[in-house]
C-alpha cells in the first residue's frame, strides 16, 4: 500500500472510510465526540487517571472459586455498613433508665436501659426493624466466619509467602477488626446475655498487670457495671472500627492490585504471568452477581432464622447471669477457656496474676502471635526465601499443613468448651465431668490432629502424579496423549461436533 492509500483515522482510532460508511447509512458522524468522550476527555485531561483506569479494567483474576472468598467479605461489609446505618437511626445509645411502654406486653413497665428500649422498638415497632437487625447480626457472623475461611486458604497454600507477607498481616488486622465489631456490637442491646459478655470482657481487661484497670476504666467508664459503656461501645463501633476497616480493606485490595495475583500451578500458569479473566467485564459482572446472591442469602437467613431475641433474655441486671449463655461463635473460643482453666493464680516478681488473665489474654495472645507472624515462622522452618506467584497444594507442605490443622483445633476445642453446660445437659453428663474431657482434649487433640495431617500429605506426596502413572511413547518419550515442551497431557477423547448436531471422534 503506497503512503497516499493509507487510511486516517478519526480520535478513536477507527478508519475515516468506515466513519463515511456509517455516515451515509444512518446519518450520524461517528468521528464527532459524544457527551460522555467529551467528559471523559475533559476529566483525564485534568486527573491523568485514563491510563490508571485502563489497567484496573485489564487486571487478570484467576478462575478459582476459593479466591471469590476475599469478594463475600468484602460484600458482608457493605451489607453491614448498609444495614448498619439503618439500624442507628433508631439506635438509642444510652445506659441512662427508662420505663418499658413498648408494645411486648410481658415488659411492660419494667425498668430498662435506653439502649435496650430503643432496640425492643426496632424489634416490635419500626418496620423492617427487626428483619435489618437478623441480617445484620447473621451478615457479622458469617462475615467473620468467610474472613477465617479466607486467612485458612492463604495459609494452607503459601499465599503469604514474599512478597506478601504485609498483605497477611492486614488480612489478619481484618480478622482483629472484625473481633472487635462483634464483640462491641454483640454488647449494644444491653440485654442479660450482652451484659454478660461485657462483663467476662471487663475480668479479661482488667487482669492485666500495671494498665488494665486503667484499659477497663476508660473502655467501660468506671468500675463495672456502668452506664458509660453502652456510647462508648457504640463510638468505638460506628465510628472508629469501620474507618480503621475501611482504610485496611483499601490497603489489602490495593496491594492485591498492585501485585501479581497468586494462583494454582496448571498447565498455562507460570511464576511470571496470571491466567484467568479480565476484570472487565468477566469478573465485574461475576462479581456484581455474587454480590446480589451475598446479599439474597443474608436477606433469606435473617428474614426466616431467629438470632439474639433480647426480649427472652430480658434487660442487663448485674447481679443475674443467664444460663444457658453462649455467646457468638468467634468468641465462643474464649468463653471456652475461661470455662476449662484451672482456678490457677501464680506469683512473679511479687505480683499475683488473676486466673482469669492466662486464658483470656495470655492464650489468644500467643495463638494470635503465632499466626500473624507466621510468613517468617514458615520461612525459618522451609529456608524459602524466594518470590512466589503460584500456590501450593496444601499437602505438598506437610509441616505447616499440621500447624494450621492443630490451630483450628484447639480453636474448635475450645469453642464447643464454651458450651459445655448446653452438651453436659443433651449427654446427661455432669459439667465437672465434661469439663476434664475438654482440658484433656484441648492438649491432646491438636497433637494427634498434628500427627495424623503431618502422615496423611507425606503420603500424598509419594502417590505418583497422574502422568507418571500414564504409559510412555517408547519413540517420543513423553507420555501417551503428547506433551512436549508444552507439559504432559491427560489420555482421553477428542471429539468434532458433526454436521447434524452429534460428535464423532478425531485424533488428537
Not at 155 to 181: K, M, Q
Not at 351 to 366: A, K
Request: net charge neutral.
Amino acid at each position: 500500500m503506497t503512503g497516499h492509500d493509507k487510511p486516517t483515522v478519526d480520535h478513536l482510532g477507527r478508519p475515516t472510510n468506515e466513519a463515511g460508511k456509517e455516515l451515509r447509512a444512518t446519518g450520524h458522524d461517528p468521528s464527532e465526540r459524544t457527551f460522555l468522550e467529551a467528559a471523559a476527555q475533559w476529566f483525564d485531561e485534568r486527573t491523568g487517571t485514563a491510563h490508571l483506569v485502563r489497567t484496573t479494567l485489564r487486571k487478570v483474576f484467576p478462575d478459582h472459586w476459593s479466591f471469590l472468598l476475599g469478594e463475600v467479605a468484602l460484600f458482608c461489609f457493605v451489607i453491614l455498613l448498609a444495614t448498619g446505618t439503618f439500624l442507628t437511626f433508631f439506635f438509642v445509645p444510652s445506659g441512662q433508665p427508662v420505663i418499658y411502654q413498648g408494645s411486648y406486653e410481658p415488659l411492660q413497665g419494667a425498668p430498662v436501659s435506653a439502649a435496650y428500649d430503643s432496640v425492643m422498638n426496632l424489634s416490635f415497632e419500626v418496620r423492617a426493624g427487626l428483619l435489618m437487625r437478623q441480617v445484620h447480626h447473621w451478615t457479622a457472623v458469617i462475615f467473620v466466619a468467610v474472613i477465617v475461611t479466607h486467612l485458612a486458604r492463604a495459609f494452607f497454600t503459601g499465599a503469604f509467602r514474599r512478597p506478601r507477607e504485609l498483605n497477611w498481616i492486614l488480612g489478619f488486622g481484618l480478622l482483629l477488626f472484625a473481633l472487635a465489631e462483634g464483640i462491641t456490637g454483640y454488647s449494644l442491646p444491653d440485654d442479660l446475655l450482652s451484659g454478660t459478655g461485657a462483663r467476662i470482657f471487663y475480668s479479661a481487661a482488667i487482669s492485666i498487670p500495671f494498665v488494665g484497670p486503667y484499659i477497663a476504666s476508660l473502655v467501660f467508664g468506671g468500675e463495672f457495671p456502668t452506664t458509660a459503656f453502652i456510647s462508648r461501645f457504640f463510638v468505638l463501633h460506628v465510628m472508629l472500627l469501620p474507618g480503621i476497616f475501611i482504610v485496611t480493606i483499601a490497603a489489602h485490595v490495593g496491594l492485591v492490585f498492585l501485585q501479581k495475583h497468586t494462583q494454582y500451578r496448571g498447565p498455562l500458569q507460570r511464576e511470571d504471568n496470571v491466567v484467568g479473566r479480565h476484570f472487565w467485564p468477566g469478573q465485574a459482572f461475576l462479581s456484581a452477581g455474587l454480590f446480589f446472591l451475598t446479599a439474597a442469602v443474608m436477606s433469606v437467613i435473617g428474614g426466616l432464622v431467629q438470632i439474639n431475641p433480647i426480649w427472652s433474655y430480658g434487660p442487663f441486671e448485674p447481679s443475674v447471669v443467664s444460663s444457658p449463655a453462649q455467646p457468638d461463635w468467634y468468641v465462643g473460643w474464649l468463653d471456652g477457656a475461661l470455662r476449662i482453666w484451672p482456678s490457677f493464680e501464680p506469683t512473679i516478681l511479687g505480683i499475683t496474676l488473676p486466673s482469669v488473665f492466662l486464658p483470656g489474654i495470655v492464650l489468644p495472645g500467643v495463638l494470635f502471635t503465632i499466626v500473624a507472624l507466621w510468613p517468617w515462622i514458615d520461612r525459618r522452618l522451609t529456608g524459602d526465601r524466594g518470590v512466589h506467584h503460584l500456590l501450593d497444594w496444601p499437602w505438598e507442605q506437610p509441616v505447616r499443613a499440621a500447624a494450621g490443622a492443630a490451630i483450628l483445633t484447639v480453636f474448635a476445642v475450645l469453642t464447643l468448651a464454651g458450651g459445655n453446660d448446653v452438651i453436659a445437659v443433651f449427654l446427661d453428663l455432669r459439667v465437672e465431668t465434661l469439663t476434664v474431657i475438654f482440658q484433656i482434649l484441648v492438649i491432646m487433640l491438636p497433637i494427634v490432629v498434628a500427627i495424623l495431617t503431618y502422615l496423611l500429605c507425606r503420603a500424598r506426596l509419594r502417590r505418583p502424579a497422574p502422568d507418571e502413572l500414564a504409559p510412555r511413547d517408547a519413540t517420543s518419550g513423553d507420555s501417551a496423549g503428547g506433551g512436549g515442551a508444552h507439559g504432559p497431557r491427560h489420555a482421553g477423547v477428542a471429539l468434532r461436533r458433526t454436521a447434524d448436531g452429534g460428535f464423532e471422534e478425531v485424533e488428537a
